[in-house]
């Protein structure tokens, strides 16, 4: 089954359109033929990683059901060179038009994220640690966003509170500490739970572990700080998985892997994204 196959994705792009669309594309109207039929490229205008094909072909489809599949040159997850057409969609001059922008800033968010993805994923080859995302994303977008990520080779964090345990700052405050916190989740979830636990120093740290959290998350900590915190917990019980979280950049990225960690999470990969460029140039057929 496609990434897109379901029924509230589809009713979002409805929704995207009509944001746009509005009462109707009146330039369109007024001055393209109803007849007249056109051939759209997506041009990449800069290095990318495509993702968001499916996305953009859904646009069109929805606008008219009859629209032709798009065509692809390259698929999701492909790298493309600036200057390329990695596919092309035809149909209606007047469908293309109506859903080219919608189309354009879905593939142009897409394929930024996955394209800093795969930037962060390079950064960290060689080391066992793997780069995951956050719940950081756009409203409506969280989906696709994520999907994103997985293109560019990052893996998913959480999809949503209801995804799994994970105890922060205020929950151990609001709990009456780390010890509490993790015996009240171990008594309240299902055993198909894992029970992950954010710690800002080695007395929380040994707290959770000695409480039997499966995950710990390193928040905020210097990567010398990170590669202490590590051996500590590996030395507690070596089949903790460990996380880093906080401010992680390009130029960090490699320190907090080598320091160690099994999961790097990067809120950026969603929450900072800059869109790529790409244009969507159509000619008449």
């Not at 038009?97 to 390079?122: D, P």
């Not at 160690?260 to 969603?270: E, R």
Request: hydrophobic letters at 45%; one cysteine or more; proline letters at 2%.
């Amino acid at each position: 089954m496609s990434w897109l196959d379901t029924g509230a994705i589809m009713a979002q792009i409805g929704e995207f359109l009509a944001e746009d669309l509005g009462r109707g594309d009146i330039t369109t109207q007024a001055t393209v033929p109803d007849e007249a039929r056109g051939a759209g490229r997506f041009l990449a205008k800069e290095d990318l990683v495509v993702c968001g094909l499916e996305a953009a072909e859904a646009v069109f489809l929805h606008l008219d059901g009859d629209s032709p599949e798009l065509e692809p040159v390259f698929n999701d997850g492909d790298e493309v060179a600036a200057a390329t057409v990695f596919a092309t969609q035809k149909g209606y001059a007047d469908v293309l038009l109506a859903g080219e922008r919608t189309a354009l800033n879905l593939i142009q968010r897409l394929s930024g994220i996955a394209t800093l993805t795969r930037q962060f994923v390079r950064a960290v080859e060689g080391t066992n640690a793997v780069i995951v995302d956050t719940r950081k994303t756009t409203p409506g977008l969280r989906m696709l966003e994520k999907y994103a990520v997985t293109v560019g080779g990052g893996k998913n964090h959480r999809l949503g509170l209801d995804d799994g345990v994970l105890i922060k700052d205020n929950h151990i405050a609001l709990a009456g500490g780390v010890k509490a916190a993790v015996a009240m989740a171990k008594q309240k979830v299902g055993h198909l739970h894992k029970i992950e636990v954010e710690i800002g120093n080695w007395a929380q740290l040994r707290e959770a572990i000695t409480a039997g959290a499966d995950i710990v998350m390193l928040d905020n900590q210097t990567p010398d700080e990170a590669a202490k915190l590590v051996e500590m917990a590996r030395n507690l019980n070596p089949n903790v998985l460990i996380e880093a979280s906080g401010n992680m950049n390009l130029d960090t990225v490699r320190s907090y892997a080598e320091a160690g960690v099994d999961l790097i999470s990067v809120g950026k990969l969603t929450h900072s994204a800059r869109a790529v460029d790409i244009s969507f140039k159509i000619q008449t057929i």
